[in-house]
């Protein structure tokens, strides 16, 4: 019952008229439920986790640079972490590129990507830990590190609709709404 009701509030909150609903395609959990335990590592090789970002709502999005759709997307994503990006937001593109951050920052070189970070999963392991059956896979991660929902397959993060509806979610966290963790 007290799934059903957090998530009630939750898409009550989006739906005020201060708020912005979710994008098409967008599938919200029942109830946040923990993320797992990702390993990754930054541009220099160092090994990072997404309990760094704990604090922030983070849009990780898995991707790979073979990924025709995720190059598509990604100019898109790098304009969002421009306008959102800071100490209550951060766009965590997560590569599964077996290159390595070489991969990655040749492609953000060609494409202009000057905003997002390089992070890089060589073992494509994160993406078998998150059940992403497709490319890219976006999840939208709460403060507490759990997931909100996700959107399987590529979008627009930087349209009117989207950066709205991120904008609703960084101030539901912002008003404590997302924030707390719900006991069943």
Known sequence: MRRFLLK????????????????KNFVFRDAPEPVPALQFTDDAGTPQTLDMFRGKVVLLNIWATWCLPCRQEMPTLDRVQAMLGGKDFEVVALSIDRGGPEAVKKFYAETG??????????????????????????LLVDPQG??????????EWDAPDMTAFLRSVIALREDGLVLKPQKD
């Open 8 to 23: 009630a509030i939750f898409i009550a909150a989006l739906a005020s008229p201060a708020a912005a609903g979710p994008p």
């Open 113 to 138: 990507i000057q905003q997002l970070a390089i992070h890089v999963d060589a073992t494509s392991q994160a993406g078998f830990a998150l059940a992403s059956f497709g490319l890219p896979t976006t």
């Open 146 to 155: 759990r997931e909100l929902g996700r959107l399987v397959g590529p979008a």
